[in-house]
């Protein structure tokens, strides 16, 4: 089992820039594949991104591609997701979550696949 704490959301100004981190509890955390997933305020939880268990396999939702990265230092139990030129479309909580199992992108992107979850982290961009 693996605990899961995001933290780095806040507020910002259209077109800036945050880094979100994902700090994983227990010694097994390199064993998972991470995902961050985000909610609007009335919408349904979408992906984001998701990383394999070393880093080397990253996987963006087509809307996310140039603008997010997603990276791991398993050193450190944490999981980052970098986020440039914010807009207003980007507020929503954020959440990491992670999924024991193995497959391919489709199954990295698909939220039903992770069964550990973090409790998110707002994040608010102003216009």
């Known amino acids: 089992q693996v605990q899961l704490v995001e933290s780095g959301g806040g507020l910002v100004q259209a077109g800036g820039s945050l880094r979100l981190s994902c700090a994983a509890s227990?010694?097994?955390?390199?064993?998972?594949?991470i995902g961050w997933f985000r909610q609007a305020p009335g919408k349904e939880r979408v992906v984001v991104a998701a990383?394999?268990?070393?880093?080397?396999?990253?996987y963006y939702a087509d809307s996310m591609k140039g603008r997010f990265t997603i990276s791991r230092d398993n050193a450190k139990n944490t999981v980052y997701l970098q986020m440039n030129s914010l807009s207003h479309e980007h507020t929503a909580v954020y959440y990491c979550?992670?999924?024991?199992?193995?497959?391919?992108?489709?199954?990295?992107?698909?939220?039903?696949?992770?069964?550990?979850w973090g409790q998110g982290t707002q994040v608010t961009v102003s216009s």
């Open positions: 979550a992670a999924t024991s199992g193995l497959g391919s992108e489709g199954y990295y992107l698909s939220s039903a696949k992770y069964i550990y």
């Open positions: 227990g010694r097994t955390f390199s064993s998972y594949p």
């Open positions: 990383i394999s268990r070393s880093g080397g396999r990253t």
